[in-house]
């Protein structure tokens, strides 16, 4: 069977608003006691406010659950060949798709379902599909590790994480002694001040190091504090899993 039938039945499936049944309704008595709390004393709570506001939240979970089955679906169409050609060929591969996908794909949608901005559900897509193409050779925890990193990563976090690494190689054929002289990533578009802001999250998360971090952590020395970043292995496996397409 074509690569491709599948992932339209999936698509007509994930569409039909009759198979949908929304998880909210297990929220309900919480909502209602949180909402009483922010509301004068005596105050009534029309049903049909309370319902629409749960199906404004039911709505955004089934919503971006459509976002990731349409990206991935994109990435699949794309990439179909390579994958047909990997089951086709591995043994191996196709046991991870079998036994380890189905888990993937559900940590996904649970992970996609909580999400406001897409551009984090693009991520995710894009992590299923590497995940799909490496298969055993990277594995299922670390697929699923790049994808709770995933849901805290904005468009400008990427684009500064792909900044510190490509700043980084260029500075790789210098002494070790001069990774002081790398500086805070001049990202376009990105104003300055949020540059650093973000370059703080990227360490908080393990996906950068400060220069002089990384020399101490070699011992190659203490070097002033204020400089630049270099990327870590786990920021440099998280731009490989979101299909770092873009880089020339």
Not at 165 to 186: C, K, M, Q, S
Not at 213 to 229: D, E, K, M, T
Request: charged share 30%.
């Amino acid at each position: 069977m074509a690569i491709d039938d599948p992932i339209s039945a999936i698509q007509s499936l994930n569409a039909s608003d009759e198979r949908q049944h929304s998880p909210m309704l297990r929220m309900a008595p919480q909502f209602l006691e949180i909402v009483k709390l922010f509301s004068p004393p005596g105050a009534e709570f029309p049903i049909g406010a309370i319902k629409a506001a749960l199906d404004w939240l039911s709505r955004h979970e089934e919503e971006n659950r459509r976002a990731l089955v349409d990206a991935i679906a994109e990435e699949v169409k794309r990439h179909g060949d390579e994958l047909r050609r990997l089951l086709a060929t591995s043994e191996e591969h196709r046991r991870f798709m079998a036994e380890e996908m189905p888990g993937l794909v559900l940590d996904a949608l649970r992970r996609a379902e909580q999400i406001r901005a897409k551009d984090r559900i693009r991520h995710l897509g894009r992590i299923l599909l590497h995940a799909a193409k490496c298969g055993p050779h990277d594995g299922a925890d670390r697929a699923e590790e790049m994808m709770r990193i995933a849901i805290e990563m904005t468009d400008d976090d990427v684009l500064v994480l792909k900044q510190v690494r490509d700043d980084f190689e260029r500075y790789l054929h210098l002494p070790a002694d001069a990774l002081h002289t790398l500086i805070v990533p001049d990202v376009q578009g990105v104003q300055p001040e949020s540059v650093l802001g973000i370059c703080g999250k990227l360490q908080s998360l393990g996906l950068i190091a400060t220069a002089q971090q990384h020399a101490v952590a070699l011992r190659q020395g203490s070097y002033p504090s204020g400089g630049g970043f270099v990327p870590l292995d786990r920021g440099r496996s998280f731009l490989e899993f979101i299909a770092d397409v873009d880089r020339p």
